[in-house]
């Protein structure tokens, strides 16, 4: 619990201060989950791993959008 409290505190503060792009979704308390364990392992590519964070929010936007698309049209 407490620590599941210290990332929606983070992603909370992500929120605030650094707004994500239009084109990614903001960071998730997954997704920070994600790169903290990527960052405390041995890393062997980061930029890989930051990389790979970065195309993962880009394909959820772009499944939102056409998520929110597609019931918009169904209600017409």
Not at 12 to 17: F, I, N, P, W, Y
Not at 51 to 61: E, L, M, P, T, V
């Amino acid at each position: 619990m407490l620590a599941h409290a210290s990332l929606a505190v983070v992603r909370a503060d992500e929120h605030a201060c650094h707004p994500a792009p239009d084109e990614l979704i903001p960071l998730t308390c997954n997704e920070i989950q994600r790169l903290l364990t990527a960052f405390v392992r041995p890393m062997r590519d980061a930029v890989h791993r930051l990389r790979w964070s970065a195309w993962r929010r880009c394909h959820q936007a772009r499944a939102q959008a056409s998520h929110y698309h597609r019931q918009a049209a169904n209600q017409t």
